[in-house]
């Protein structure tokens, strides 16, 4: 999961296997595969860093000890 801030400053956690779309608006808009989607303060470079950050941590070797 990641974790972004909405605009109201309310922190979500998005599961990233559900994430289907980012678009820059000029803040984030995060659409999910259920057909929601969520407006962040974050921006969209964050939000990818995180997504490599979360596959780095499950493919790195000797795991997170």
Do not use: H, W
């Not at 980012?22 to 974050?42: A, Q, R």
């Amino acid at each position: 999961m990641i974790r972004v801030t909405r605009l109201s400053g309310e922190v979500l956690y998005l599961n990233i296997l559900q994430i289907e779309s980012m678009e820059s608006i000029p803040e984030t808009k995060i659409k999910m595969m259920n057909g929601y989607y969520y407006l962040v303060k974050d921006t969209a470079d964050s939000v990818v860093e995180q997504l490599r950050a979360f596959y780095q941590s499950c493919t790195a070797p000797g795991g997170d000890k």
